[in-house]
């Protein structure tokens, strides 16, 4: 269910507020942008999916603590992203 009007700044306020169906849609909205970003990162498409479920559920639990004034909610979502697909690159991988 997408609302059209809701800004990305709003749909964050929404999920401090506890809305699920805002982060499912600016999760919708950004989700491949971020993908993209994490995989020029990681080259492993498996290990990108894995960093883009981490980068919205950190969002959903982090929203509170938005500030606008510092950003867009893109380029939050992309620091987040980047922070951690570098912490996964830079962490060994077991088997």
């Keep these: 269910m997408r609302d ?3 800004s990305d ?3 964050v306020e929404r999920m401090a507020a506890g809305d699920s169906v805002a982060q ?3 999760a919708a909205r950004h989700q491949l942008s971020v993908y993209a970003q994490v995989y020029a990162i990681l080259i492993d ?3 990108a999916e894995q960093v883009v479920v981490e980068t919205f559920d950190h969002a959903w639990r982090s929203a509170r603590a938005f500030n606008a004034a510092a950003g867009s909610p893109l380029a939050w979502l992309s ?3 980047r922070e951690l697909a570098q912490r996964r690159k830079r962490t060994p991988t077991t088997t």
């Design 9 to 11: 700044g709003r749909l």
């Design 4 to 6: 059209p009007i809701a």
């Design 24 to 26: 499912r849609e600016l």
């Design 45 to 47: 498409p498996m290990a």
């Design 79 to 81: 620091e987040i992203a």
